[in-house]
């Protein structure tokens, strides 16, 4: 579609129920006609609003003129010898339209026995600044709307259709902080947790977070909202100072507060993830820091080994994170290892930073 056609077009993909009813009585039909769209989109995933006939050829014609929808253009995909496939996609450009330039963002698919987990993007690129991030040296490009982040899951979703398992996990981990795009995550999650919409549980759906309480605090205030997990990474602030300078703003007492307040449902526990920076945050003192940081809230630690890359960090040695493991299960603290997917095509869940230049690519990457 043309640039300028483009932008006198509003997406319909993102809208909620309410938007999609209010569109149809504005264009002069009944609002149920707007619950067929909504129902068309998320439950059918189908998008050609010119082959919907059980919509009136008129409205069809109305919204053809008026509307578009648009999932993110697909430029690239890396498929990895583990079956984890990461997708490099082409969103609008910046939101007042000014230029036709299009912005990348990442998604990554991870296959498994009997499920299938989805790691998109909110923000292109981020301003939280990370030490350990590669996303971070991107600055924060610009928001991520409702629309295109449920475009992520569908775009990975029907490369896939052909061997889907029956259930599909989504984590929001890519790039981003989600809790800096508040509106625009909730709007998507809504639609992608509504048992009329994608029908993906709650329980299948997890918001990472570097610790943005006044976000945190939102959402702790939500009906229906994803499961939680913070980005821990250190067991001091002068520690988590260095490599997350959010933490100056949110240091670690009022976080983990906020952490001890969080309303958790009965089948529930916040998740902690802890990337093991070699010599930096993985010593048993470490360890006994981080379990008593957690004592008495019920969490379950993800220890993520750090993966090299282009940042002066080292991968930790397997007997700390075996012994950094040991230290806070016998502190009653669960902690799990997880090793990132898909490395070999740089696609490491969450962190993911490609650089293009010129056609020419340099890709970066490190997991947390
Ligand atoms: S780790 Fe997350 S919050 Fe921190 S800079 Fe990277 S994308 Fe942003």
């Known amino acids: 579609m043309p640039f300028s056609e483009r932008a006198n077009k509003s997406n319909l993909l993102g809208k909620s129920l309410e938007e999609l009813r209010a569109l149809a009585v504005s264009l002069g039909e009944p609002a149920y006609r707007g619950g067929q769209l909504y129902h068309a989109f998320y439950a059918e995933k189908r998008f050609d609003v010119a082959t919907m006939a059980n919509l009136p050829a008129g409205f069809r014609q109305k919204l053809l003129d008026t509307t578009r929808v648009a999932l993110p253009k697909f430029l690239r995909k890396y498929p990895s010898a583990d079956g984890t496939v990461r997708y490099v996609l082409a969103i609008d450009a910046p939101d007042d339209f000014s ?59 029907e490369d896939h259709r052909a061997a889907l398992k029956p259930r599909t996990n989504i984590v929001l981990m890519g790039q981003g902080e989600p809790l800096l795009n508040y509106d625009a995550v909730m709007a998507a999650l809504r639609i992608l947790m509504d048992p009329k919409g994608m029908a993906i549980s709650p329980k299948h759906v997890t918001l990472s977070t570097s610790g943005i309480i006044p976000g945190i605090e939102r959402l702790a205030q939500e009906t229906i909202r994803p499961k939680l997990a913070i980005s821990l990474n250190a067991s001091n602030d002068e520690q988590r100072n260095t490599i997350m300078p959010i933490n100056r703003k949110y240091p670690l007492e009022t976080l983990l507060d906020a952490c001890r307040r969080y309303p958790l449902r009965t089948w529930e526990h916040l998740t902690i993830e802890y990337v093991l920076l070699g010599g930096f945050n993985d010593s048993p003192e470490d360890a006994r820091r981080v379990a008593r940081l957690l004592a008495n809230i019920h969490v379950k630690v993800n220890l993520i080994p750090w993966n090299p890359g282009n940042l002066p960090y080292q991968p930790p040695d397997a007997d700390r994170i075996e012994e950094f493991r040991r230290t806070l299960t016998e502190k009653d603290v669960p902690a799990f290892v997880r090793y990132s997917r898909g490395q070999d095509v740089m696609a490491a869940c969450g962190q993911l930073a490609l650089i293009e230049s010129g056609g020419a690519q340099a890709l970066a990457q490190i997991s947390v």
């Not at 990442?106 to 600044?129: H, K, L, W, Y």
């Open 99 to 157: 230029s036709n330039a299009e912005t990348t963002i990442e998604t990554v698919f991870m296959p498994e026995e009997n499920r299938q987990t989805i790691c998109i993007s909110t923000q292109a690129g981020c301003a939280v600044d990370c030490g350990f991030c590669l996303t971070a040296t991107l600055g924060l490009i610009r928001n991520i709307s409702a629309g295109e982040m449920l475009g992520q899951v569908l775009v990975a979703l």
